[in-house]
């Protein structure tokens, strides 16, 4: 599949939106990635999937023997990427705000590839490289849908099936608020409180 073609489908699906957003971050930008819009379709799912383990450093693939995704933006992408890649599978959550492992997960004295939908400025990715590290593990990269190309403080590769990039903005500085447009927060984080 070529790139052109992957976004494509996620055009086609409404999975890529343009407009004024407030991101997850807190920031602000004039697109907004929703994967859960691509991912109703579970075949194409796990079609990109498998297009994504194309991407990856076969050598840090070969050492990984875990794949973590942050809930809940990430399980979807987590679990199909990790059935394409054939490795186990956990998730880390929030639970009074804080990323955690539960339900008798354990990363440790594994090798994990972190597994999310977009990445942006990566701060879902620390959290859950945070998690991962307290419980024993080692984290080689992060593999994504997206990249959106902007402000990612993770510091370790990021193999990604798409690089969008796309403009943002601290709030403060926003562009698209000093033109009065106005803003939706569709985020996960957001929709929750």
């Known amino acids: ?30 697109v907004y990635v929703q994967c859960q819009r ?13 297009e994504t383990l194309n991407k990856v450093d ?18 979807t992408w987590g679990f199909a990427f990790a059935l394409a890649s054939n490795k186990r599978y956990i998730f880390a959550e929030r639970v009074d705000g804080q990323m955690t492992l539960r339900r008798n997960f354990t990363a440790k004295a594994c090798k994990c590839l ?6 942006t400025t990566g701060k879902s990715v620390n959290e859950v490289k945070r ?4 419980d024993g593990g080692e984290v080689l990269g992060v593999v ?14 990021v193999f990604s099936l798409l690089k969008y990039p796309s403009l943002s903005w601290d ?3 926003c562009e698209l608020c000093k033109k009065g447009i106005e803003i939706t927060a569709p985020g996960s984080r957001f929709l929750a409180k």
Do not use: W, Y
């Not at 790139?3 to 004039?30: M, P, T, V």
């Not at 691509?38 to 498998?50: N, P, Q, R, Y």
């Not at 076969?58 to 399980?75: R, W």
């Open 38 to 50: 691509l991912m109703e379709d579970a075949s194409l799912t796990f079609e990109l999937a498998k």
């Open 1 to 30: 599949m070529t790139e052109q073609e992957i976004l494509d489908k996620f055009i086609d699906c409404g999975a890529i939106c343009n407009g004024h957003f407030k991101l997850s971050s807190g920031r602000h930008s004039n």
């Open 171 to 173: 709030p403060n500085d």
């Open 131 to 134: 998690v991962v590290e307290a």
């Open 144 to 157: 994504c849908l997206i990249d959106r190309g902007q402000n990612n403080q993770f510091d370790g590769p």
């Open 58 to 75: 076969s050598g840090l693939f070969k050492q990984a023997d875990l794949i973590v995704s942050p809930a809940i933006g990430g399980i």
């Open 114 to 119: 972190i597994c999310e939908d977009v990445v």
